[in-house]
Nanobody, 115 residues
Framework: QVQLVESGGGLVQPGGSLRLSCAASGYIFSAYNMGWYRQAPGKQRELVAAITSGGSTNYADSVKGRFTISRDNAKNTMYLQMNSLKPEDTAAYYC?????????WGQGTQVTVSS
């Protein structure tokens, strides 16, 4: 059974940092392209950052220079280091895994940036 479990969300002040984790199980983690998406209330889900099975990364323009995506294939875990957080980063953050026609989602973790 495939599972993606996000953790690390919470309430943080503007300018602060958080690190999200996505623990995967039930499939060959290293073979999958992975990504972080977010969805704010009333808005569509959007790609924040992605990392391929080979380690190549790409970022949404809104987070470039502030967020860093990484993966540890030995631990079956993906991370999102978020620095210089802004109120507009407030959203539910979701972990995604894709390989050809196979796609999986986590349940999400809430990030709230507010003073």
């Amino acid at each position: 059974q495939v599972q993606l479990v996000e953790s690390g969300g919470g309430l943080v002040q503007p300018g602060g940092s958080l690190r999200l984790s996505c623990a995967a199980s039930g499939y060959i983690f290293s073979a999958y392209n992975m990504g972080w998406y977010r969805q704010a209330p009333g808005k569509q889900r959007e790609l924040v950052a992605a990392i391929t099975s080979g380690g190549s990364t790409n970022y949404a323009d809104s987070v470039k220079g502030r967020f860093t995506i990484s993966r540890d294939n030995a631990k079956n875990t993906m991370y999102l280091q978020m620095n210089s957080l802004k109120p507009e980063d407030t959203a539910a953050y979701y972990c995604n895994a894709v390989l050809r026609r196979y796609e999986y989602w986590g349940q999400g973790t809430q990030v709230t940036v507010s003073s």
